[in-house]
């Protein structure tokens, strides 16, 4: 998610589960290859298995951030083609794509002569009006004989004009049998349900009937519904304090990694306290990431919680 998963993001959430397999942000081709390459790429040992997720349409650059990638020690690529904002739009890469499937064939082949890690696919079910089924199979299909045996699906369509990033989470229905459907025409293919899922109990379903499911949001503002047994919001808490340290002492702001915490104890009778106490802008500035352990103490107190 752009300007949210970035690398203190998904240290945080690697705190919070061992083994779930974490994705950076969308990084455009071309930000990548002509920006600060080393800012992008950046990530710590402790985030694998982790994914870098890249926009663009032009093969040979793709090819070329496919190598950076695996060169930094990435555990694979995935290629964005479900992204609907007008900026990624007007770059020519994100769910437009949908509608030329054999370029993003050209894009996957393209990268996976490239490197050897595995090359994926996160897309829509359909783009504007087009409902049909059979377009995403198809589209599904072509991308596959290119060599991508993932596909990771955000059940909804995808509207290009008229409906703000935020809408188009949230307003075109949600189609999970067509996921269904999908894994069941090409069992061969992994199949990952993306989309409006925000409890266990959805997470249980659905991984009945696909190989796995992504979380976006749900799993931001609520990073302990993909905890796992042996966790504690104490334990996140104290890794997270003494990954502040060696980050501010590296000159990043404490805000930077503060503000993907908010967050952890959603749900908590304190959550309330809790976000205030790492959102304000004085203790923040004081840059001290005994900040997060004074807030445990806060949060914590007289509360003993099961691992």
Avoid at 47 to 61: F, M, N, R
Avoid at 152 to 180: C, D, F, Q
Avoid at 290 to 297: I, M, N, Q, S
Wanted: proline share 6%.
């Amino acid at each position: 998610m752009m300007d949210w998963t970035d690398r203190h993001c998904r240290y945080f959430l690697r705190q919070c589960s061992p083994g779930a397999r974490l994705y950076t942000e969308m990084i455009p081709a071309g930000a990548l290859l002509h920006g600060d390459a080393a800012r992008h790429l950046a990530f710590d040992p402790a985030e694998h298995p982790v994914a870098i997720q890249l926009g663009g349409s032009e093969p040979q650059e793709l090819a070329r951030c496919a190598r950076m990638a695996q060169a930094q020690g990435y555990d694979e690529v995935n290629l964005n083609i479900g992204c609907p904002s007008e900026r990624v739009q007007k770059g020519a890469f994100g769910a437009c794509l949908m509608a030329e499937p054999e370029l993003v064939a050209d894009c996957v082949k393209a990268m996976r002569e490239a490197v050897s890690i595995p090359v994926t696919i996160k897309h829509r079910t359909g783009v504007n009006s087009i409902e049909d089924y059979g377009f995403m199979r198809d589209f599904v299909s072509m991308v596959a004989e290119a060599g991508c045996t993932t596909f990771i699906v955000h059940a909804r369509n995808a509207i290009l004009k008229g409906l703000s990033p935020k809408e188009n989470r949230e307003v075109p229905p949600l189609k999970y049998e067509y996921v269904y459907r999908l894994k069941r025409d090409l069992p061969h293919l992994e199949v990952v349900l993306n989309g409006g899922v925000s409890s266990l109990e959805e997470i249980e379903l659905h991984l009945s009937k696909v190989d796995g499911v992504m979380l976006g949001r749900a799993a931001y503002h609520d990073p302990w519904l993909i905890s796992q047994p042996g966790r504690s919001r104490e334990g996140v808490v104290r890794a997270m304090a003494a990954y502040a340290q060696r980050e501010v002492a590296r000159g990043t702001s404490l805000r930077h990694v503060a503000r993907h915490m908010l967050g952890l104890y959603h749900g908590h009778p304190r959550a309330r306290l809790w976000r205030r106490m790492l959102s304000d802008p004085v203790c923040l500035a004081s840059s001290k990431p005994a900040l997060f352990l004074e807030a445990l103490e806060v949060v914590a107190g007289g509360y003993a919680e099961a691992a």
